[in-house]
């Protein structure tokens, strides 16, 4: 099960990818297991030191009970000390931002691919549109 962010990769550069885990509640497993997640205008925030996944989508699972999740609320990501504190100073670059890009189970953990990504223009779009038409003619 894989659920990728198709629109991050048409709005940023990728510079780098980091893998991390997420902590997650009951419900919230199954639902990722069920593929019932959303990641299209989620973003990653750094704050007190600890990594948070904003805005993501996990959709309440039908079988729990009163035990349920809130669907958008901030999951904290599973990352070391110095892993975040890397990611903290090219944060603070201009124009860099921590996008995931796709969220997917390894070892029956869910985990969450984190881009270090970069802003695209208007031309650079453009630009990009134009290479996916070319290999579509290609084949």
Not at 24 to 47: A, F, M, P, Q, T
Not at 68 to 79: G, Y
């Amino acid at each position: 099960m894989e659920i990728k962010n198709k629109k991050a990769y048409y709005n940023y550069f990728v510079l780098k990818e980091i893998e991390a885990g997420i902590a997650l509640k009951g419900s919230e497993i199954k639902s990722i297991r069920k593929g019932s997640v959303n990641i299209k205008d989620s973003y990653i925030r750094i704050k007190n030191n600890e990594v948070y996944l904003i805005n993501t989508y996990i959709e309440k699972y039908e079988q729990s009970n009163n035990f349920n999740h809130d669907v958008t609320r901030e999951r904290k990501l599973l990352l070391h000390k110095r892993e975040i504190k890397k990611l903290y100073e090219q944060v603070k670059q201009e124009g860099v931002t921590l996008i995931p890009l796709k969220i997917y189970l390894k070892n029956n953990v869910a985990k969450v691919l984190i881009g270090v990504c970069k802003g695209k223009k208007l031309y650079d779009k453009r630009e990009s549109i134009k290479k996916r038409d070319l290999e579509r003619i290609k084949e």
